[in-house]
């Protein structure tokens, strides 16, 4: 198993057990020698944190660009996915437990340098990596590696997140990064700590420094789990929010839950209540707001904010009907869209 020394993290100073603090996400880890932080992967050897499982992936996947999601950037396009294992999130509706709680030995992993990564996606006709399956926070080191390569040769870089990090970390790593799409699990507090182990005002300063201080394509998922961030006035809340932050442009997606990891006995998410969600977004004045992990081409159509013509027609994650060239509606309206 590969290994890099970590960047992010110091000593602590008078600990007799050469422990060190990680600093990478606001967890901040106290890690014993010979310990791994909550993550799995990053661990003290003998007083330096180390990054576990660099060039070592769980596997690879061709992607439609529209299942990170992001429908504003790069639309139609195809898209290398790949992840490593655990997570700096405890998540116990995690969908994709079995990579983001698996330790990097109870994995079947690839190994890969920056270099051959960006070949596959060269080879595969992708215009953009996604870092994503586990969070691509907890393996920043070999994200920047992989993204200066992608960089030289045209590749755009995207990060699939939760947007758990550091403003000491995120202003190393997003430099190199062209888009992320960032899950806003819930807007309670509550919520982050008791499902997540995390917590919900670090995650709404990364994306309001995304949105505000960088030059980085923002989307925004909120998946909705019943009786746990299905309220209306909720979501009331969290749109507010955005609108006061981010501004009405910054495209919105409320996805279905299915049952998972330790929550299969929630039921799964109604449609019905993913079209409340985006109607009342819609209403309080988002312009872009879809649906997703249910069949929905109305709530998951590109609408003009100004004329409603429909610009972007999915089926799915397929376009299936193309009415915008550039990024001009017929009438005149912009329309925020990075295109290939």
């Not at 970590?6 to 603090?21: D, F, Q, R, T, Y």
């Not at 182990?197 to 998922?221: G, K, M, P, Q, Y």
Request: glycine share 8%; net charge negative.
């Amino acid at each position: 198993m590969a290994t890099v020394l970590a960047k992010w993290w110091e000593p602590i100073e008078g600990s007799k057990k050469n422990k060190v603090l990680c600093t990478l996400c606001p967890r901040y880890c106290k890690i014993g020698d010979g310990q791994a932080g909550f993550c799995y992967i990053r661990r003290n050897r003998g007083g330096k944190l180390y990054q576990d499982g660099y060039g070592t992936s769980t596997g690879f996947a061709v992607d439609p660009i529209e299942k990170k999601p992001l429908n504003h950037f790069l639309p139609g396009s195809p898209v290398l996915s790949f992840g490593t294992a655990g997570c700096n999130l405890g998540c116990r509706f995690c969908q994709n437990w079995d990579i983001s709680k698996a330790k990097l030995d109870e994995v079947r992993s690839l190994e890969m340098t920056a270099e051959g990564v960006v070949k596959l996606a060269m080879d595969k006709n992708c215009p953009s990596i996604a870092y994503t399956y586990n969070d691509p926070t907890i393996w920043g080191e070999w994200v920047m590696d992989i993204a200066r390569v992608a960089r030289e040769v045209g590749i755009k870089n995207v990060m699939v997140t939760a947007g758990y990090i550091t403003p000491e970390a995120r202003e190393e790593i997003y430099p190199l990064i062209d888009a992320a799409n960032v899950d806003l699990k819930a807007f309670t507090d509550t919520f982050y700590h008791k499902l997540t182990f995390s917590h919900l005002a670090e995650v709404l300063d990364t994306i309001s420094w995304l949105v505000n201080e960088t030059d980085v394509w923002t989307e925004i998922t909120n998946l909705i789990i019943p009786g746990h961030n299905d309220s209306m006035n909720e979501i009331n809340e969290m749109v507010d929010w955005i609108l006061e932050n981010v501004g009405d442009e910054v495209p919105t997606h409320f996805t279905a839950f299915h049952p998972d990891f330790k929550m299969i006995d929630t039921p799964p998410t109604p449609p019905e209540t993913l079209t409340k969600a985006r109607n009342l977004a819609m209403r309080k004045g988002l312009k872009y707001v879809y649906v997703g992990n249910v069949h929905d081409i109305t709530g998951q159509t590109t609408y003009c904010p100004n004329c409603n013509k429909s610009l972007i027609v999915r089926n799915w994650h397929s376009i299936i009907n193309l009415g915008i060239v550039g990024d001009k509606c017929d009438c005149g309206q912009t329309i925020p869209i990075i295109w290939n």
